[in-house]
């Protein structure tokens, strides 16, 4: 959810009451006159559910066949949302996890006047010490790329060790071994979708635009040339909107074909956001313009279903790109490629595997 974790948004604009249901209203109109007692998601529980279902629908043959089923998929759907789901559970939990969700990112491109988003450092520590220099820090205005960048190394790193496990199962010394890589082939398929699919929660929160705004909810005390609205539509568009109005199949049919990722992850994640940051001005625009309370919402579904489908598609594309980079990755100590196990080149550091220490 998105009011726990936003510090400057309780600060400036207040509301995050204790209301945790609303009743489904009769009419979008009606919904906005009780924003103030919304929980909003971030996305809303539809959007993040939406975008992990229409990205898994849409694993290439090339991935992991247990990703594809259709347990996979309705799981994948559910995990998405997960990271809003364990939101409450304490300090320091809440306040370490929630700034996760979100970058305030102004109006300059800089964050809190510091770092840019095109160059960001290349640690949370790094980029918080940056922050921290123009009097803020990273709990304050987030670190929502660094969520993105470090669960997508998660997952590389978790198809590598998937990539061994399938070797062992067939190519391990003895039955015993073999018998362990099967078991452990099942553990790390549990950990792929557990990782993938908490992680996916993040990759979806940086396709709303308001996530990666230091215009966040309402449009604030900011200069505002085009009279922006200064209702707060945060939760109202993610949440609310989302579910009325918006179908996963519309979504999945939305999004653009596969694209291989052809730099860092960490500049990918830089322009992905940055793509989602040009968005904020024209959601602002079409709210003004009362496209989102419309008797036939059609422009404000059209904004909403082509954000959705922009992240849904962003996150099968990094899957498909962590699957592609796990043969370069390491496993064991001292690091072997698993390139060069599955050529033969190496044999499976076996007492690394299994932990024989
Ligand atoms: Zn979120």
Redo the contacts with the bound molecule.
Sequence with gaps: M?CG?RTELSARFDKCGGVTQVKRVASLTALLLLSSAVQA???GASG?RIIGLCAARALPAETPAFLRTADAIWDLGELARE??RSKGAGQPHDADLDPG??VNVGDDGRIAGGPELAALPRTRADYDAALRAQGSDSGKVGWLPYAVVDGWQQLVKDFAYYRIDQMGVTHGADAAQRAWFVKDLKLRQGLILRDLGYWS??V??ASQPL?VTTHFNAWGDYPNPHNYTSERIHGPFEGEFIHQFVSDSEVCAAMAPLRAMDGSIMAETADYIGATRAQVEPLFALWTAGAFKAAKPDQARGFAVARLAVGAAELRDLVVAAWRASPDATVGYPAVKVSAIESGAAPIPIDAIQGND
Excluded: I, K, V
Aim: proline share 0%; hydrophobic share 35%; aromatic share 26%.
């Design positions: 998105f974790g998601g971030a996305w993040h990271a809003d969700h979100y929660h993040f979806g929160d996530h």
